[in-house]
């Protein structure tokens, strides 16, 4: 469940009160759950009733799915979950975690959103306005974020784009200028997905929604800066084929993530290709990345491919 309300004055501490804080303490409560701790001990962690961990188990209390299914989120409960079962980790341990990914939630990222939602008059300004104020890198932000929500708009209504959809999902992406971190980079939390021959968008994009797809454009515009946009489809033969048939030579990388950095470098040694991709490894799928100049120019890059493979 996310907020609405009227066209009135919203704090993005509001925000967190009622979308951040009930969605933590229930993915909480249910992954110390699985790990076998009892209700009361959950109760005592998350400094809650018995009867709200109890809420909490039965489905009866609301969450926000823009936080909930973010990768950032659940890999932050995991961890704590993890931690305080296994008694590495206190209450503060905890906190100095979710302390953590709510500042990056904040600026530029789903709190950010909901905030917008929550109050309109932000229009598509929000962590411009209340968390950085006016600058002259607000134009900036808001051009890239207009140009994945354009991007991938123009994926998701494409023919044929679903059979190109990895399983972990797609994901479209943009960069800022000088971009030197996830941060910097625009995507989608969440991830693009095929769904009864559709590709389905979760939410609007978002600053720091995209961790492999951000790192490989990181790369890639330190690289080239004239490149600022990259996505991923699903590696095939046939995508490969049609990538040399259409003047695109895709260069081949290591699919290990130990130093996925330094392995795109070497890769990208004589210059950024159009396509780069791995062939996968245990539990981990092929995939393929597109670049282009920005988040659109990837897309149409990526489109012709789609196209080369259906004739």
């Known amino acids: 469940m996310e907020t609405t309300r009227d066209d009135g004055l919203v704090l993005p501490a509001e925000v967190i009160a009622d979308e951040f804080i009930p969605t933590m303490r229930v993915a909480l409560a249910r992954a110390l759950s699985e790990r076998g701790r009892s209700q009361r001990e959950i109760a005592g962690f998350l400094g809650v009733t018995q009867a709200a961990v109890s809420n909490y188990l039965a489905g009866e209390a609301r969450t926000t799915d823009r936080l909930a299914n973010d990768e950032r989120f659940t890999e932050t409960v995991e961890r704590v979950a993890d931690g305080w079962t296994a008694g590495d980790y206190t209450g503060y341990d905890a906190l100095v975690e979710f302390r953590r990914l709510l500042d990056s939630f904040v600026d530029r990222g789903p709190i950010c959103a909901l905030h917008e939602d929550a109050m309109p008059a932000l229009d598509g300004r929000g962590c411009d306005l209340c968390v950085r104020g006016r600058d002259g890198a607000a134009a900036r932000e808001r051009e890239t974020l207009r140009d994945v929500r354009t991007a991938v708009r123009r994926f998701a209504a494409a023919d044929a784009t679903s059979a190109h959809v990895p399983n972990v999902g797609t994901n479209v992406a943009s960069a800022l200028p000088d971009a030197d971190e996830p941060a910097d980079v625009a995507a989608v939390p969440g991830r693009l997905h095929a769904i009864r021959g559709r590709v389905e968008v979760p939410s609007e994009p978002a600053f720091g929604a995209s961790q492999h797809v951000a790192s490989a454009l990181l790369v ?3 690289r080239d800066d004239t490149v600022g946009g990259a996505l991923n489809v699903a590696t095939s033969d046939a995508l490969l084929d049609a990538s040399r048939s259409r003047g695109y030579d895709p260069v081949e990388f290591d699919a290990g993530y130990d130093d996925r950095a330094a392995e795109l ?45 259906g004739e």
């Open 220 to 222: 890639a515009a330190e």
């Open 265 to 309: 470098r070497e890769a990208f040694a004589d210059g950024v290709p159009t396509v780069a991709y791995h062939d996968g490894a245990y539990g981990m799928e092929p995939i393929c990345y597109v670049f282009g100049a920005d988040a659109r120019d990837a897309v149409e890059r990526a489109l012709t491919l789609v196209d080369a493979v």
